[in-house]
């Protein structure tokens, strides 16, 4: 029972991470309350970072704080291939390590990095 319950709580999660393309980053702290931890670059690139039980996740917003990418840096190898297996399922496959799904602001991309981490882009 408890795999199954983390089984559920990793598809949510990961859903819940690339669903914030097109998201304001208003709208993604809103959903995050006091979880999550914002960053500043030297060029002024807005970053918000969580740290969540299978992953650290960053969302890149753009001038307009709009989010236009998500980092998700899985914490271990099963991590990693259980993120995969969820993309398999729920997205649309285009190679073994890219995927196209549905995102609520449009269509999204993900692609594995260096088989260590996936980055989900719109579309």
Known sequence: MKK???ALTFITQMAYAQDRIGWSYTQVTRD???SYMTYYTIDTSLFLT?????????????????CFKTLVYP????DLDFLITQCNST???????SWI????????K??????????WTKL
Do not use: M, Q
């Not at 914490?75 to 099963?78: G, M, N």
């Open 4 to 6: 199954i319950l983390l």
């Open 75 to 78: 914490k271990t190898s099963d």
């Open 110 to 119: 993900c692609e594995l990095i260096e088989s260590r981490y996936l980055i």
């Open 91 to 97: 997205c649309t496959p285009v190679s073994p390590t």
């Open 101 to 108: 799904a549905d995102c609520r602001g449009g269509f999204c």
């Open 50 to 66: 969580l740290d969540l039980p299978y992953a650290d996740v960053l969302f890149e917003f753009n001038t307009d704080s709009i």
């Open 32 to 34: 995050f309350a006091s």
